[in-house]
């Protein structure tokens, strides 16, 4: 089993940049594949990057694509979210997640979920 802990969330203008963090404990995440989703006020929980247990492939999802970064950090135990030229519609709550799977743009494959942390993007 797994613990993930967000952070790194807050409140930037559009156009500004913020890294956010999952920091996992109570297992490697080198055996997990990986994801970041996020949950807008009254809007379904989206996929938004992903990364395979190997590390070697990555997803996005298209409006973020060229935008945000996922990357590991195996000796920290942690995966980091880049998210540069945010939006006004990238304001949401973010969470990580891991899972014993490949269908790694479905929440629903996933079997551990941090708390979440907050992105707002002022216009």
């Known amino acids: 089993q797994v613990t993930l802990v967000e952070s790194g969330g807050g409140l930037v203008q559009a156009g500004g940049s913020l890294r956010l963090s999952c920091a996992a404990s109570g297992r490697s995440i080198s055996v997990y594949g990986m994801g970041w989703f996020r949950q807008a006020p009254g809007k379904e929980r989206e996929f938004v990057a992903a990364?395979?247990?190997?590390?070697?492939?990555?997803y996005y999802e298209n409006s973020v694509k060229g935008r945000f970064t996922i990357s590991r950090d195996l000796a920290k135990n942690t995966m980091y979210l880049q998210m540069n030229s945010l939006k006004p519609e990238d304001t949401a709550i973010y969470y990580c997640?891991?899972?014993?799977?490949?269908?790694?743009?479905?929440?629903?494959?996933?079997?551990?979920w941090g708390q979440g942390t907050q992105v707002t993007v002022s216009s």
């Open positions: 997640a891991a899972g014993w799977t490949f269908t790694l743009r479905q929440a629903t494959a996933y079997d551990y």
């Open positions: 990364t395979s247990w190997n590390g070697g492939n990555t």
